[in-house]
């Protein structure tokens, strides 16, 4: 089975600061990679994700996320983050053809004016 | 923009009672799922539903749990008898295609349950 490891769970850092939340997952086949985002009170969005195709991927908000497929890692990264990016971010994997997402514990974000 | 609605957003029960979560999933949407997050700890797979019956359950998903499309429209959990340990954070999700394809989950705001 799939299983994801976020590290620094609490992150805290200034406005306009950049941001790189680390994923790794263990599976050895083809997966599906997701960020999922959850603004406080609200519910879990999809933030961006990789299927196939370019390992770079661009996701809303301004985030982005890159798929190494020999280190298992799907960073998140934004260059100059807002007060508005203030949420828990969620890396997911699924293996292809398989419903199941696993999900990692989450890094909770705190950005300060 | 159409979005996952579920009730309630807090339920606080007593040990051994039996609960239900609602669930009002995406309309065109075909397949369905529970996750639960208990404080502190991961977002865990519960339950997918497709076509009526369950496609995927987890390790977790025992004789306690079951789910049910009872009108076509809601998605429900039922837990028989609560126990401590069934105090989480339960999500429903809906997706148009497979998640193991190409589809993305849509999730709901979850329900917060107390088991004292």
């Known amino acids: 089975a799939q299983s994801v490891s976020q590290h620094n769970h609490h992150v805290i850092l200034s406005e306009a600061a950049s941001l790189e939340l680390g994923c790794n997952y263990s599976?050895?086949?083809?997966?599906?990679l997701f960020w999922y985002v959850q603004y406080p009170g609200q519910h879990l969005q999809l933030l961006l994700k990789y299927f196939s195709g370019d390992p770079l991927v661009k996701g809303i908000k301004g985030f982005e996320a890159e798929f190494i497929k020999s280190k298992f890692s799907f960073n998140l990264r934004k260059p100059s983050v807002q007060w508005s990016d203030t949420a828990e971010y969620f890396c997911a994997v699924n293996a292809k053809g398989n419903n199941r997402l696993a999900f990692g514990k989450g890094n909770q974000v705190v950005v300060i004016p | 923009e159409p979005e996952v609605t579920q009730t309630p957003s807090h339920q606080v029960t007593q040990m051994g009672q039996e609960v239900i979560l609602r669930c009002v999933p995406i309309?065109?949407?075909?397949?369905f799922y529970w996750y639960r997050q208990i404080l502190g700890q991961k977002v865990e797979f519960l339950v997918s539903?497709?076509?009526?019956?369950?496609?995927?359950k987890s390790e977790i998903f025992d004789d306690q749990f079951s789910v049910e499309r009872p009108d076509g429209s809601n998605f429900t959990l039922k837990i028989r008898s609560t126990k401590l340990e069934d105090s989480a954070m339960y999500f429903c999700?809906?997706?148009?295609?497979?998640?193991?394809?190409?589809?993305?989950?849509?999730f709901g705001e979850g329900s917060r349950l107390t088991v004292l």
């Open positions: 539903f497709y076509n009526n019956e369950i496609s995927e």
């Open positions: 309309s065109n949407h075909l397949y």
């Open positions: 999700a809906s997706s148009e295609a497979l998640a193991g394809a190409t589809g993305e989950l849509f």
């Open positions: 599976y050895g086949g083809t997966v599906n």
